[in-house]
């Protein structure tokens, strides 16, 4: 049995398709857990740290799959190829800009069409916006906590009528901020009260415009957990 945390689990829900390419794979437990779970039949680990990319290597020759996991070192999604044919696209454990960056910059890999299941730490407004400006349509999301963390997981299918996100869809996630669950409130609670901290030890003189950016956030914020129909 492969050892998958909850977090990652939950990721391979969304997988799709024959084909799947995990960028940022530090270990490669991800495509190995969809592969013994018959998820999929072959997939790309890509890596683009040599220790990790090592990691991934060994852990694929233990679990016999080097004939179905295909581990490459490179830089997002330079380590995918037009004839992987990859039907899904994982990305998780990294910032939403970071995602956002290793996305547009691949954009020509994504000729397939896959799909895309994206778990961010932070910011996944950039991650959202970033998929309206791709041609991608956020299908589903989620959230989950996992010792002490709260992330998010946003999974989006290419799309022919692109996806229009209002700031607060994108900030707050249209499914998530249907659904407003405990888990979601607890995060922007969470988010408010850091903000509120930041916002303790500017200077309205010197930080005028972090101050704006915060206190924009803040009323956003106010607004979505306030009012449960929104
Ligand atoms: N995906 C795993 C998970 O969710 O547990 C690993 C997350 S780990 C925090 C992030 C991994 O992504 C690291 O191994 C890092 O080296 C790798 N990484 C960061 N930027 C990358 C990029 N541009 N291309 C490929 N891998 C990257």
Same mark, same amino acid.
Request: include cysteine.
């Given at each position: ?17 024959? @084909? ?13 857990? %969809? ?54 696209? @994982?990305i998780c454990g990294m910032g939403g800009p970071l995602i956002a960056k290793?996305? @547009?910059?691949?954009? %020509?890999?994504? %000729? ?6 994206l778990q961010s730490n932070i910011q996944t407004k950039t991650l959202r ?14 959230i ?5 963390h709260i992330y998010e997981i946003v999974?989006?299918?290419? %799309? ?11 900030m707050f996630g ?13 995060k922007w609670?969470h988010e408010?009260?850091a903000l509120?901290?930041i ?18 956030q ?13």
């Amino acid at each position: 049995m492969i050892p998958l945390n909850q977090r990652l689990k939950q990721v391979s829900q969304y997988i799709k398709g024959d @084909t799947l390419a995990d960028i940022g794979s530090d270990h490669a437990y991800l495509p190995l857990y %969809a592969l013994e779970q018959n998820l999929i039949q072959r997939a790309i680990a890509g890596e683009v740290i040599e220790g990790p990319y090592k990691s991934s290597q060994r852990n694929v020759a233990n679990y016999h799959a080097t004939h179905e996991i295909d581990v490459r070192l490179g830089d997002g999604l330079t380590v995918v190829q037009p004839e992987d044919q990859v039907s899904t696209i @994982t990305i998780c454990g990294m910032g939403g800009p970071l995602i956002a960056k290793i996305l @547009t910059e691949g954009q %020509a890999k994504l %000729a397939s069409q896959p799909r895309l299941v994206l778990q961010s730490n932070i910011q996944t407004k950039t991650l959202r916006q970033c998929l309206q400006q791709l041609n991608y349509r956020i299908v589903s999301e989620d959230i989950l906590e996992e010792k002490g963390h709260i992330y998010e997981i946003v999974v989006a299918d290419y %799309a022919t009528t692109p996806m229009t996100l209002s700031e607060t869809e994108a900030m707050f996630g249209p499914y998530l901020m249907k659904d407003k669950t405990d888990l979601f409130y607890k995060k922007w609670e969470h988010e408010q009260q850091a903000l509120l901290k930041i916002k303790q030890n500017l200077d309205p003189t010197r930080h005028k415009e972090r101050l704006q950016q915060i206190n924009h956030q803040l009323t956003l914020i106010d607004e979505v957990i306030r009012n449960e129909n929104q």
